[in-house]
T-cell receptor, first 113, second 113 residues
Framework: NAGVTQTPKFRVLKTGQSMTLLCAQDMNHEYMYWYRQDPGMGLRLIHYSVGEGTTAKGEVPDGYNVSRLKKQNFLLGLESAAPSQTSVYFC????????????FGPGTRLTVT | QQQVKQSPQSLIVQKGGISIINCAYENTAFDYFPWYQQFPGKGPALLIAIRPDVSEKKEGRFTISFNKSAKQFSLHIMDSQPGDSATYFCAAHSGGSNYKLTFGKGTLLTVNP
C-alpha cells in the first residue's frame, strides 16, 4: 500500500516548456486534488476532481490543466511554464467517508528558469 | 480572499513548553476543522480534527480548542518536544457537497532542546 505517489520528485524547466506531473493513489479514493505550496502562502488549490472523468477549478487554476481518466490517477499539466510556476506541488486524495482527511503525496519540486 | 487566518507565522518554544497556534474564520458554513502537520521535505498529514459542536478535543499532547461564537479555534501542544518542530496548518471544510479544504497559511514551529 503505497498511498499517494507523485512523479517526478524534482524537475527544472525552461520558460515556455511543457510538462505533466503524475499523481497516483491506491486507496480507491474518490476525490483528488492538486495544490501548490509557496513560502508564506500556505497550500493553494489548483484543480480538483470528485470522480473519474470530472475536474474542477480551484483557487489558482490559470496556466494549469488536469485530467482524471482513471480513478487512481490525476495528472497536472503545464502547457507553457513560467517562472511564477516555480513551486512545490502536492497531490492529495481522500475518501467519501472521511472527507476532511486528505492524504498527501511527497511533493514535486519544480523550478522554471 | 483568505477565509482562514492563522497566527503566528512562526513560533519558537523551549522543550517542555506549550505551543499555541490560533486560527479564525468567517464562513459559518464550515463544518469540520482539521489540523495538518508537515515535516520538511514531506507532504502534510492529518494531525487532529474537530467538529463545531465540540468545544475541545484531545489526542495525546495535542488539543484543539474551538470557540464557535468567536469563530476561532486553536491548537495546543503540551510538553512540546524537538520532534514536534514542523509546519502546522489549520484548515476548514465547507459543508454540503463541497469537497474542498481551505487552509491557513501555516505556522513554522521550532522547539529548542
Amino acid at each position: 500500500n503505497a498511498g499517494v505517489t507523485q512523479t517526478p520528485k524534482f524537475r527544472v524547466l525552461k520558460t515556455g516548456q511543457s510538462m505533466t506531473l503524475l499523481c497516483a493513489q491506491d486507496m480507491n479514493h474518490e476525490y483528488m486534488y492538486w495544490y501548490r505550496q509557496d513560502p508564506g502562502m500556505g497550500l493553494r488549490l489548483i484543480h480538483y476532481s470528485v470522480g473519474e472523468g470530472t475536474t474542477a477549478k480551484g483557487e489558482v487554476p490559470d496556466g494549469y490543466n488536469v485530467s482524471r481518466l482513471k480513478k487512481q490517477n490525476f495528472l497536472l499539466g503545464l502547457e507553457s511554464a513560467a517562472p511564477s510556476q516555480t513551486s512545490v506541488y502536492f497531490c492529495a486524495s481522500c475518501g467519501i467517508r472521511n472527507f476532511y482527511e486528505q492524504y498527501f503525496g511527497p511533493g514535486t519540486r519544480l523550478t522554471v528558469t | 480572499q483568505q477565509q482562514v487566518k492563522q497566527s503566528p507565522q512562526s513560533l519558537i518554544v523551549q522543550k517542555g513548553g506549550i505551543s499555541i497556534i490560533n486560527c479564525a474564520y468567517e464562513n459559518t458554513a464550515f463544518d469540520y476543522f482539521p489540523w495538518y502537520q508537515q515535516f520538511p521535505g514531506k507532504g502534510p498529514a492529518l494531525l487532529i480534527a474537530i467538529r463545531p459542536d465540540v468545544s475541545e478535543k484531545k489526542e495525546g499532547r495535542f488539543t484543539i480548542s474551538f470557540n464557535k461564537s468567536a469563530k476561532q479555534f486553536s491548537l495546543h501542544i503540551m510538553d512540546s518536544q524537538p520532534g514536534d518542530s514542523a509546519t502546522y496548518f489549520c484548515a476548514a471544510h465547507s459543508g454540503g457537497s463541497n469537497y474542498k479544504l481551505t487552509f491557513g497559511k501555516g505556522t513554522l514551529l521550532t522547539v529548542n532542546p
